[in-house]
T-cell receptor, first 113, second 116 residues
Framework: EPEVTQTPSHQVTQMGQEVILRCVPI?????FYWYRQILGQKVEFLVS????????KSEIFDDQFSVERPDGSNFTLKIRSTKLEDSAMYFC???????????FGPGTRLTVT | AQKITQTQPGMFVQEKEAVTLDCTYD???????LFWYKQPSSGEMIFLIY??????QNATEGRYSLNFQKARKSANLVISASQLGDSAMYFC?????????????FGQGTELSVKP
């Protein structure tokens, strides 16, 4: 069964460093999302992406964040200068159409020290 | 403003019994979708069940069913014949319309513990 994959599963970085989180959505899906979950809290929306552009972003998704679909399969989230409060689980999700269910990847646990 | 509320931080159920996890939502949009996800201790988010706002019948997927009461704005998850492997965090989510990017907003979650 097709699934969303994410790499790495765990990333430890120092404050101020850049990180890139990678995702491979399900191949026939057209809508892509990033969410994050701070430990013990609910899942929060970061950004949605369709047709090679951002369709919606949250207040969390400031200038330090960017997303890219560099080729036909990968979808990346970049954080330019990480802060301690960026420590969280980051989930990538994809859906075939807007009205379909969103399938989540296993997540990348980002730890900023 | 759109909102999802899960009022049960934790629930216990005996193995093989049924359990209902509550979810209420608030939106003024006529078109929306409601989802339930399971998050085991390993951290991944597993899609369980979906209900569209225009669907006439309650959604069912195996042991999961969604008790959709549109007038009350509730979308409770019913798990029948609970198993030990059902112990996990459960999140209710609502999909917002296209002009808001189709994003999901989540409730705070309910931690379900199944007792042997």
């Amino acid at each position: 069964e097709p699934e969303v994959t994410q790499t790495p599963s765990h990333q430890v970085t120092q404050m101020g460093q850049e990180v890139i989180l990678r995702c491979v959505p399900i191949s026939n899906h057209l809508y892509f999302y990033w969410y994050r979950q701070i430990l013990g809290q609910k899942v929060e929306f970061l950004v949605s992406f369709y047709n090679n552009e951002i369709s919606e972003k949250s207040e969390i998704f400031d200038d330090q964040f960017s997303v890219e679909r560099p080729d036909g399969s990968n979808f990346t989230l970049k954080i330019r200068s990480t802060k301690l409060e960026d420590s969280a689980m980051y989930f990538c999700a994809s859906s075939e159409r807007l009205v379909n269910e969103q399938y989540f990847g296993p997540g990348t646990r980002l730890t900023v020290t | 403003a759109q909102k999802i509320t899960q009022t049960q931080p934790g629930m216990f159920v005996q193995e093989k019994e049924a359990v209902t996890l509550d979810c209420t939502y608030d939106t003024s949009d006529p078109s929306y979708g409601l989802f339930w996800y399971k998050q085991p201790s390993s951290g991944e988010m597993i899609f369980l069940i979906y209900q569209g706002s225009y669907d006439q019948q309650n959604a069912t997927e195996g042991r999961y069913s969604l008790n959709f009461q549109k007038a009350r704005k509730s979308a409770n998850l019913v798990i029948s014949a609970s198993q030990l492997g059902d112990s996990a965090m459960y999140f209710c989510a609502m999909r917002l319309p296209y002009n808001q990017g189709g994003k999901l907003i989540f409730g705070q979650g309910t931690e379900l513990s199944v007792k042997p």
